[in-house]
């Protein structure tokens, strides 16, 4: 016959005849005593506050960029801060998905570029304690379509824009673009004390993107050349000059006009600038078997990643050419 369980009440119920112990009377090593948790302190700011307003988040996170950078992240912050209407720390996700739609009409990457420095203005303001969240964090921007392939000037083209500027000083500026592979901001700051000879021929330091110093050598006749055009100029005057003063350096607008002028005359009916040139002097020089470091090193480029995307964006050889098509 099965014995039934006893009732709850008769498990906890002490026995008949049995005594109670008092708690004092257990020696400390057989007590376990589970201290009082209290609720977490809510988080707030331990340091003085970064920034007070929009303007001073604004002015912190611009803080040590180039001239450039600034003007154009100082636009897109001020345009979208126009667009919402409201304190940065009262943005929500809608209204930034908003202003991503408002955006329709530009190219896509300008609209990329747009969207990409507001993300980083709110990621910085967060960083610093001055908004509660990141709202950008979670805002995907859609995938760009590579387009290097169309800005890459072949060999002929860019033999031809040299061959029809008969200005020394444009002629000299547009053949270092392209030697050298600058950024027009890396040229338009080059001074005579930026240039340095070697047995043969010589090298410019460039201080670049990044704040990258680099020294790129020159072949002897790009250097020649340039060390003739230099007359009596100090150290200290920039190499290439504009008529407006002798000390006074070419500005990115006026190097862009020259350089627009050169590939017209070419007969190039693209938008070229003078990054194409940087462009073309990385394709070429890897077609040519310039080793992927050395290009990489000689263009400042902080990966070779970026490096590898010419070589991808003009290959040799692929599997079509093996079809009957």
Same mark, same amino acid.
């Given at each position: 016959?099965?014995?039934?369980?006893?009732?709850?009440? &008769?498990?906890?119920?002490?026995?008949?005849?049995?005594?109670?112990?008092?708690?004092?009377?257990? !020696?400390?090593?057989?007590? *376990?005593? /589970?201290?009082?948790?209290?609720?977490?302190?809510?988080?707030?700011?331990?340091?003085?506050?970064?920034?007070?307003?929009?303007?001073?988040?604004?002015?912190?996170?611009?803080?040590?960029?180039?001239?450039?950078?600034?003007?154009?992240?100082?636009?897109?912050?001020?345009?979208?801060?126009?667009?919402?209407?409201? !304190?940065?720390?009262?943005?929500?996700?809608?209204? =930034?998905?908003?202003?991503?739609?408002? =955006?329709?009409?530009?190219?896509?990457?300008?609209?990329?570029? /747009? =969207?990409?420095?507001?993300?980083?203005?709110? &990621?910085?303001?967060?960083?610093?304690?001055?908004?509660?969240?990141?709202?950008?964090?979670?805002?995907?921007?859609?995938?760009?379509?590579?387009?290097?392939?169309?800005?890459?000037?072949? *060999?002929?083209?860019?033999?031809?824009?040299?061959?029809?500027?008969?200005? !020394?000083?444009?002629?000299?500026?547009?053949?270092?673009?392209?030697?050298?592979?600058?950024?027009?901001?890396?040229?338009?700051?080059?001074?005579?004390?930026?240039?340095?000879?070697?047995?043969?021929?010589?090298?410019?330091?460039?201080?670049?993107?990044?704040?990258?110093?680099?020294? /790129?050598?020159?072949?002897?006749?790009?250097?020649?050349?340039?060390?003739?055009?230099?007359?009596?100029?100090?150290?200290?005057?920039?190499?290439?000059?504009?008529?407006?003063?002798?000390?006074?350096?070419?500005?990115?607008?006026?190097?862009?006009? /020259?350089?627009?002028?050169?590939?017209?005359?070419?007969?190039?009916?693209?938008?070229?600038? !003078?990054?194409?040139?940087?462009?073309?002097?990385?394709?070429? &020089?890897?077609?040519?078997? &310039?080793?992927?470091?050395?290009?990489?090193?000689?263009?400042?480029?902080?990966?070779?990643?970026?490096?590898?995307?010419?070589?991808?964006?003009?290959?040799?050889?692929?599997?079509?050419?093996? =079809?009957?098509?």
């Amino acid at each position: 016959m099965r014995r039934e369980g006893r009732p709850p009440s &008769a498990l906890s119920a002490p026995r008949k005849g049995s005594r109670s112990v008092n708690e004092s009377q257990v !020696p400390a090593l057989f007590r *376990e005593t /589970i201290p009082a948790v209290s609720p977490p302190a809510p988080l707030t700011p331990t340091g003085p506050a970064q920034a007070a307003t929009d303007k001073d988040l604004l002015r912190l996170w611009l803080h040590g960029r180039t001239v450039n950078t600034q003007k154009a992240y100082r636009r897109d912050g001020f345009r979208f801060l126009d667009f919402t209407g409201k !304190p940065l720390p009262a943005v929500t996700l809608s209204d =930034l998905q908003a202003f991503q739609e408002s =955006l329709a009409d530009y190219a896509p990457a300008t609209r990329a570029r /747009i =969207l990409d420095a507001v993300k980083s203005l709110l &990621a910085f303001g967060h960083r610093i304690g001055y908004l509660p969240f990141d709202v950008g964090r979670v805002l995907k921007l859609p995938p760009l379509k590579d387009t290097l392939a169309q800005r890459i000037l072949t *060999e002929a083209q860019v033999q031809r824009l040299l061959a029809l500027e008969t200005n !020394p000083r444009n002629h000299l500026l547009l053949r270092l673009l392209y030697g050298a592979g600058l950024r027009v901001s890396e040229l338009v700051a080059l001074t005579w004390r930026d240039l340095q000879a070697r047995s043969e021929g010589g090298q410019i330091t460039v201080f670049g993107k990044g704040r990258k110093t680099r020294a /790129i050598l020159l072949p002897v006749s790009l250097w020649q050349d340039l060390t003739a055009m230099r007359g009596g100029a100090s150290e200290d005057e920039p190499v290439f000059v504009s008529r407006q003063g002798k000390a006074q350096p070419l500005s990115l607008e006026q190097v862009k006009r /020259i350089v627009r002028a050169a590939a017209h005359r070419a007969g190039i009916s693209a938008p070229v600038s !003078p990054h194409w040139l940087r462009h073309a002097h990385a394709s070429h &020089a890897l077609d040519r078997g &310039a080793p992927i470091h050395l290009v990489q090193a000689t263009l400042g480029h902080a990966s070779m990643t970026t490096t590898g995307h010419y070589a991808h964006a003009r290959p040799e050889d692929s599997s079509a050419r093996y =079809l009957s098509v």
